[in-house]
């Protein structure tokens, strides 16, 4: 069974988790952006660790939910999210560098067939490319989130986290076809702003039942059950965040079993190389004692 229907059950295990844990997130997200706007040098690191620490702390929530228990370490979750958001800013600047080299020699390939430039500035041409150059930026943020789950879910699950390339890397891109699928899926029903952006939505929900109260006046959003509210909004991207976090605990588990069987397989290899040394220099030995004997 794909790891995105059998992370389904741990999806809602997970839910209940980060659920509870959103409005500590949504306050810390803004202090932290509050402290950023007073330190220019790391502010443009803010949004990106910001991000990457909600990640990390739901993919604590789904290693919870499959029973690993961890002690948090808030000077770990932040050094891994930092490092998570540099890595993450190469990869923009890199997709970036990818699509803008699609796009000039896909012009250059229209020029060179015939194609007037005047023409392709027409809006009935710019407006499908600009499109096609959307969905495919897309598609490469959805492979990269994706991609890079598993070795999220290593710095997650590490209390002593340290920065190596085992560590960067270990996993990367195992279940990245499932961790896709629901990257896209949650773009679809959530928000293409925001990545992970139930934090900022369940801030708003809490600021605004807060201010409410506080001035006698009826909880400004709808409690309706109707997808284009606010608040169902907010609980469809957390459980398809939590349904991505799930998928990501079950991808790491299947790359620490392909480890251990592949770290296993090779300590085999030198037993039996040391058991077949030993029997070399025991039939050498033999033959020497006979020899001397004769």
Same mark, same amino acid.
């Given at each position: 069974?794909?790891?995105?229907?059998?992370?389904?059950?741990?999806?809602?295990?997970?839910?209940?988790?980060?659920?509870?844990?959103?409005?500590?997130?949504?306050?810390?997200?803004?202090?932290?952006?509050?402290?950023?706007?007073?330190?220019?040098?790391?502010?443009?690191?803010?949004?990106?660790?910001?991000?990457?620490?909600?990640?990390?702390?739901?993919?604590?929530?789904?290693?919870?939910?499959?029973?690993?228990?961890?002690?948090?370490?808030?000077?770990?979750?932040?050094?891994?999210?930092?490092?998570?958001?540099?890595?993450?800013?190469?990869?923009?600047?890199?997709?970036?560098?990818?699509?803008?080299?699609?796009?000039?020699?896909?012009?250059?390939?229209?020029?060179?067939?015939?194609?007037?430039?005047?023409?392709?500035?027409?809006?009935?041409?710019?407006?499908?490319?600009?499109?096609?150059?959307?969905?495919?930026?897309?598609?490469?943020? !959805?492979?990269?989130?994706?991609?890079?789950?598993?070795?999220? =879910? &290593?710095?997650? @699950?590490? +209390? *002593?986290? #340290? $920065? /190596?390339?085992?560590?960067?890397?270990?996993?990367?891109?195992?279940?990245?076809?499932?961790?896709?699928?629901?990257?896209?899926?949650?773009?679809?029903?959530?928000?293409?702003?925001?990545?992970?952006?139930?934090?900022?939505?369940?801030?708003?929900?809490?600021?605004?039942?807060?201010?409410?109260?506080?001035?006698?006046?009826?909880?400004?959003?709808?409690?309706?059950?109707?997808?284009?509210?606010?608040?169902?909004?907010?609980?469809?991207?957390?459980?398809?965040?939590?349904?991505?976090?799930?998928?990501?605990?079950? !991808?790491?588990?299947?790359?620490?079993?392909?480890?251990?069987? =592949? &770290?296993?397989? @090779?300590? +085999? *290899?030198? #037993? $039996? /190389?040391?058991?077949?040394?030993?029997?070399?220099?025991?039939?050498?030995?033999?033959?020497?004692?006979?020899?001397?004997?004769?």
């Amino acid at each position: 069974m794909p790891l995105i229907l059998r992370a389904l059950p741990l999806s809602f295990q997970t839910f209940w988790r980060y659920l509870i844990l959103l409005p500590v997130l949504a306050v810390a997200t803004v202090v932290m952006s509050l402290i950023g706007a007073f330190i220019p040098v790391f502010n443009f690191l803010i949004p990106g660790t910001i991000s990457a620490f909600c990640v990390i702390v739901g993919l604590r929530c789904a290693l919870a939910a499959q029973g690993y228990r961890r002690e948090t370490d808030m000077g770990q979750l932040l050094l891994a999210s930092v490092i998570f958001c540099i890595m993450s800013i190469i990869a923009n600047q890199a997709i970036e560098w990818i699509v803008s080299g699609i796009l000039k020699v896909a012009g250059l390939v229209a020029i060179g067939l015939g194609y007037d430039i005047a023409l392709l500035t027409e809006l009935f041409v710019l407006i499908p490319v600009l499109g096609g150059v959307f969905l495919l930026k897309c598609i490469l943020i !959805a492979t990269y989130v994706g991609a890079i789950a598993v070795p999220m =879910t &290593t710095a997650a @699950a590490d +209390d *002593t986290y #340290r $920065v /190596s390339g085992r560590n960067l890397f270990f996993g990367f891109g195992t279940g990245m076809f499932s961790l896709f699928l629901i990257t896209v899926i949650w773009l679809s029903g959530g928000q293409f702003y925001a990545i992970f952006g139930e934090v900022w939505a369940t801030f708003g929900l809490v600021a605004s039942a807060l201010i409410a109260i506080a001035n006698g006046t009826e909880i400004p959003w709808s409690t309706s059950f109707q997808f284009d509210t606010l608040l169902v909004r907010t609980l469809f991207m957390t459980w398809a965040s939590s349904w991505f976090f799930a998928t990501a605990i079950l !991808a790491w588990e299947k790359a620490r079993q392909r480890n251990e069987k =592949t &770290t296993n397989s @090779a300590m +085999d *290899t030198n #037993r $039996v /190389s040391s058991d077949d040394i030993r029997a070399l220099r025991a039939a050498r030995d033999k033959g020497n004692h006979v020899s001397t004997e004769s």
